[in-house]
Each structure stands twice: as structure tokens, then as C-alpha cells.
């Protein structure tokens, strides 16, 4: 087990030839690190996008200080539950694809969250969809190939009153 520690994100951004001062950062790229839990980003306030795909995580926390986030890459991961967002209003686009997600929930709180990709979680049916009805701002969705079959989730999509896109392909 890889810890991301201090170090290690230091590492990462002389690596990537980013800021040593870490509040500086507007982006940092620690994908497929074999990092389990997402934790010492407190002093990264300053970042806009962060790559952690492709680890171990199960959780989503430590992002709190987080609050410029804009794009937030998670996907490929172990997360089975949407949680520990609420500091980050600005969060454009959210990555979630390739997770064990069963339910969509904790976003109505990200009124700028306008692309949310969910594809390749256990998404099934109305009751783990019906939290979209309250994300007014979702543009662009992605659900294909989780488990959907019940027609009703129909009724979930012509709640959403911006969806422009929409991918269901595989279910």
C-alpha cells in the first residue's frame, strides 16, 4: 500500500515540474500511484483539476480545502458511495466512471456541476437515479453500461431541466 503523503505529492509535482509550494498548484496528476486514500491535499487550495484515477480508493474524502476545484477525475477506482463534495461548489465535471457506484447521491449541493459520468457502475433502476431530479445544473450525463432496466428512469431525465446529453448505450 502506497501512502500519499506529503512527500509523495511533492514528488509528483517536481516529476511534473509544478509549483513546490503546494497552494500555487492548479492541477496535480497522481493517477495509478496504488494510493488508497486520499488524504494531505489541505494545502492545495489552489487546485482546479486533480487526476487520482486508477488507485485504490474507496472513499471519496480529503478534499475539503479543495474548494477550486473544477474537474475531479475518480474514475477507476473502488468508491461505491458519492460523498465528501460538499465544500467544492465550483466542480464542473465530476469522473466517476468504472466504480461500484449502486446509488446516485450528494450532488444536489454542486450547483455548477454540469458533466457527471457514471458509466461501468450498478446503477439499476428509478430509486438509484431519482437524486438527478434535484441537480439542476447536469448538462452532460454519462450512465452506459451499468444495469438500468426499468423504463421509469425516464421520468428521472425529463426532471432535469438543463440535460443536453445523454449516454445509456449497454444497459
Given at each position: 500500500?502506497?501512502e500519499?503523503?506529503?512527500?509523495?505529492?511533492?514528488?509528483?509535482?517536481?516529476?511534473?515540474?509544478?509549483?513546490?509550494?503546494?497552494?500555487?498548484?492548479?492541477?496535480?496528476?497522481?493517477?495509478?500511484?496504488?494510493?488508497?486514500?486520499?488524504?494531505?491535499?489541505?494545502?492545495?487550495?489552489?487546485?482546479?483539476?486533480?487526476?487520482?484515477?486508477?488507485?485504490?480508493?474507496?472513499?471519496?474524502?480529503?478534499?475539503?480545502?479543495?474548494?477550486?476545484?473544477?474537474?475531479?477525475?475518480?474514475?477507476?477506482?473502488?468508491?461505491?458511495?458519492i460523498?465528501?463534495?460538499?465544500?467544492?461548489?465550483?466542480?464542473?465535471?465530476?469522473?466517476l466512471?468504472?466504480?461500484?457506484?449502486?446509488?446516485?447521491?450528494?450532488?444536489?449541493?454542486?450547483?455548477?456541476?454540469?458533466?457527471?459520468?457514471?458509466?461501468?457502475n450498478?446503477?439499476?433502476?428509478?430509486?438509484?437515479?431519482?437524486?438527478?431530479?434535484?441537480?439542476?445544473?447536469?448538462?452532460?450525463?454519462?450512465?452506459?453500461?451499468?444495469?438500468?432496466?426499468?423504463?421509469?428512469?425516464?421520468?428521472?431525465?425529463?426532471?432535469?431541466?438543463?440535460?443536453?446529453?445523454?449516454?445509456?448505450?449497454?444497459?
Amino acid at each position: 500500500m502506497v501512502e500519499m503523503s506529503p512527500k509523495a505529492l511533492k514528488g509528483i509535482c517536481k516529476t511534473h515540474k509544478l509549483y513546490s509550494t503546494a497552494y500555487l498548484n492548479d492541477k496535480l496528476y497522481c493517477q495509478y500511484k496504488g494510493f488508497r486514500e486520499i488524504q494531505n491535499l489541505d494545502e492545495y487550495t489552489g487546485l482546479r483539476c486533480v487526476w487520482l484515477e486508477g488507485n485504490g480508493f474507496q472513499k471519496i474524502q480529503g478534499l475539503e480545502k479543495c474548494t477550486e476545484l473544477r474537474t475531479l477525475y475518480l474514475h477507476e477506482n473502488c468508491i461505491d458511495v458519492i460523498e465528501g463534495l460538499d465544500t467544492l461548489v465550483d466542480l464542473d465535471t465530476l469522473n466517476l466512471n468504472k466504480n461500484g457506484i449502486a446509488k446516485v447521491e450528494n450532488l444536489s449541493m454542486l450547483p455548477n456541476l454540469h458533466t457527471l459520468l457514471l458509466s461501468h457502475n450498478r446503477l439499476e433502476d428509478y430509486e438509484s437515479l431519482e437524486h438527478l431530479k434535484d441537480c439542476k445544473s447536469i448538462q452532460s450525463l454519462d450512465i452506459q453500461s451499468n444495469r438500468i432496466d426499468d423504463i421509469k428512469v425516464l421520468e428521472v431525465f425529463q426532471a432535469m431541466p438543463d440535460l443536453r446529453v445523454l449516454y445509456l448505450m449497454g444497459n
